[in-house]
């Protein structure tokens, strides 16, 4: 395999769409925020060491933010609703934070009587701090080991530690205050209010609003600076922002991935993904080894098996636009929570998208991965065709782990009722046998038999299958095979009448679904 050199900015673009989705912001809104925080950097004349440091925290602050959210939506319930209203407030001002809190609370006990609102709210409002600072804190510290596992330096680390702090040091966890907190802390703050309140209010009214914040949750002389070039900095940031706009402005030397530090970087976004809620800890890990091992075990191409690795780390992130609370539901899913659900694979690809060259194999794969060969999966409803061998692969994988893993709404499966699960799936036609045996053996299931996989199917006939399906003659199958072309027009029939096909392009057509007409893929 070719050594690869990806632009590490594309990596923390994928994470600002996934933390932009998880916060509640707009698309774009961390990318928005970096235009702006690097325009106010030129303007602010900063050096280039400091000006890196801004373009990381604008692109990367919140992607700590994903760490116990089980506790957040415990506690708050739909914690994306509660991050949305929280983007317009100023946090220091009491007044403003309980009416979210509150509002919250109400939400989250819809249907309770006045008395037990009333309850709710009193002890909601008093273990606040209880509940809200060592989440916060948790915030930080995974933030700045995050950072750190995808290769950045102290300098740019530190300021994720600090995301939450003021200027006047009413911020959290820490309280600290004026120049303690970081300058890029301090400018990425101010820039990342300015986008979230032009979008909610206005330009004008956004102004006014940061103008009153000087002092407080901002220092003085970053607002004056800001103030008097408000127009020039935001002209234009109403709208989407490209890859290319962010990798040029990420200050010189550009950062590099070799093949090895892309695997932590993928390994990286699996953990943050992972470390939403209790269940899913180390799932995305446990695919991804699973899916690794059955694409060696099937032959297929390094290539293609270092994209199912890297998509099973990653597949994922778009659950990351759906609130915990749904997820963590023991009770059915409303119409419109399963939708969102089940958008999931398309918000990954989206968050994969700025991935260039190989990373858009792995965008694709991440798309797919709750596709089913008979159409019944999502969220495009692709069948057989468009499914390739490493697709069904990471299908497999992701079927085989989930159900061995407890959700609020089942207990965990064992391996062999998860096993038999997956072979159910097979017979009815919505996931490759040989993908699933490939699984299955390398969790350590039996093998069956391929007979018993492939409609009853001999290897003989399988063989004579793969021939015919890849365009040879029965007399050129008969040839390959060294058997008599009466034989191999035997074989023919007797395996149409078991596949239930009368023509050698719906015997194709079956093949191709199971994957039997790929490269290196073997029925036996
Ligand atoms: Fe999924």
Same mark, same amino acid.
């Given at each position: 395999m070719?050594?690869?050199?990806?632009?590490?900015?594309?990596?923390?673009?994928?994470?600002?769409?996934? &933390?932009?989705?998880?916060?509640?912001?707009?698309?774009?809104f961390a990318l928005r925020s970096c235009v702006l925080a690097m325009r106010f950097a030129e303007v602010a004349c900063l050096d280039e060491l400091t000006s890196r440091a801004v373009y990381h925290q604008a692109l990367?602050?919140?992607?700590?933010?994903?760490?116990? &959210? %089980?506790?957040?939506?415990?506690?708050?319930?739909?914690?994306?609703?509660?991050?949305?209203?929280?983007?317009?407030?100023?946090?220091?001002?009491?007044?403003?934070?309980?009416?979210?809190?509150?509002?919250?609370?109400?939400?989250?006990?819809?249907?309770?009587? =006045?008395?037990?609102?009333?309850?709710?709210?009193?002890?909601?409002?008093? /273990?606040? =701090?209880?509940?809200?600072?060592?989440?916060?804190?948790? %915030?930080? /510290?995974?933030?700045?080991?995050?950072?750190?596992?995808?290769?950045?330096?102290?300098e740019i680390r530190e300021?994720?530690?600090?995301?939450?702090?003021?200027?006047?040091?009413?911020?959290l966890p820490r309280g600290l205050s004026g120049n303690a907190v970081k300058f890029p802390v301090r400018l990425v703050t101010l820039a990342q209010d300015a986008i979230a309140l032009t979008d909610h209010h206005g330009f004008e009214t956004m102004k006014a609003m940061i103008a009153k914040r000087a002092g407080g949750g901002y220092e003085p002389e970053l607002v004056d600076l800001f103030l008097t070039h408000a127009e020039k900095l935001l002209a234009g940031l109403d709208g989407p922002v490209d890859r290319e706009t962010i990798l040029a402005l990420e200050p010189a030397p550009h950062s590099m991935l070799d093949e090895e530090a892309c695997d932590e970087a993928y390994l990286a976004i699996a953990d943050m993904i992972d470390m939403r809620m209790p269940f899913t800890f180390g799932h995305s890990r446990a695919v991804?080894?699973?899916?690794?091992?059955?694409?060696?075990?099937?032959?297929?191409p390094a290539?293609?098996?270092?994209?199912?690795?890297?998509?099973?780390?990653?597949?994922?992130?778009?659950?990351?636009?759906?609130?915990?609370?749904?997820?963590?539901?023991?009770?059915?899913?409303?119409?419109?929570? &399963?939708?969102?659900a089940r958008l999931h694979p398309y918000h990954g690809e989206r968050a994969l998208a700025s991935l260039g060259g190989d990373g858009k194999a792995v965008a694709a794969l991440v798309q797919r991965h709750h596709e089913r060969l008979d159409g019944s999966g999502y969220h495009r409803n692709s069948r057989g065709p468009d499914l390739s061998p490493a697709a069904r692969v990471l299908a497999a994988a992701e079927a085989f782990q989930t159900a061995r893993e407890a959700r609020p709404y089942r207990p965990a499966m064992s391996d062999v009722a998860a096993a038999a699960k997956l072979r159910s799936a097979v017979r009815e036609?919505?996931?490759? =046998?040989?993908?699933?045996?490939?699984?299955?053996?390398?969790?350590?299931?039996?093998?069956?038999?391929?007979?018993?996989?492939?409609?009853?199917?001999? =290897?003989?006939?399988?063989?004579?299958?793969?021939?015919?399906?890849?365009?040879? &003659?029965?007399? /050129?199958?008969?040839?390959?095979?060294?058997?008599?072309?009466k034989t191999a027009d035997n074989h023919i029939q007797s395996l149409y009448s078991k596949i239930g096909v009368t023509t050698r392009a719906g015997a194709a057509l079956y093949a191709l679904e199971r994957g039997l007409v790929q490269q290196g893929i073997s029925a036996a």
């Open positions: 070719a050594e690869l050199s990806v632009r590490r900015a594309d990596f923390l673009m994928a994470l600002a769409y996934a &933390t932009d989705l998880a916060t509640g912001h707009p698309r774009d990367l602050r919140f992607i700590g933010c994903n760490a116990d &959210t %089980h506790l957040l939506a415990a506690a708050w319930g739909d914690e994306i609703t509660l991050r949305r209203e929280l983007h317009h407030i100023d946090m220091g001002n009491r007044a403003e934070f309980v009416e979210i809190f509150v509002r919250a609370i109400t939400r989250k006990f819809a249907g309770a009587s =006045p008395e037990e609102l009333a309850e709710a709210v009193k002890g909601g409002l008093a /273990e606040a =701090p209880q509940v809200n600072i060592p989440i916060l804190s948790g %915030h930080c /510290e995974v933030a700045q080991r995050i950072a750190e596992r995808i290769g950045l330096p102290e300021n994720l530690g600090q995301i939450y702090e003021r200027w006047d040091g009413k911020g991804a080894s699973l899916a690794h091992a059955a694409g060696k075990h099937l032959g297929l290539s293609d098996i270092r994209d199912v690795r890297r998509a099973a780390y990653t597949h994922d992130i778009g659950e990351l636009a759906v609130p915990v609370s749904t997820w963590m539901r023991a009770g059915p899913l409303t119409e419109r929570e &399963t939708d969102a036609g919505r996931l490759c =046998p040989d993908a699933v045996e490939a699984v299955l053996t390398c969790a350590g299931q039996p093998a069956r038999r391929s007979a018993e996989r492939l409609a009853g199917l001999t =290897p003989r006939e399988i063989e004579v299958l793969r021939l015919i399906a890849a365009g040879d &003659t029965a007399k /050129e199958a008969a040839r390959k095979l060294d058997i008599s072309p």
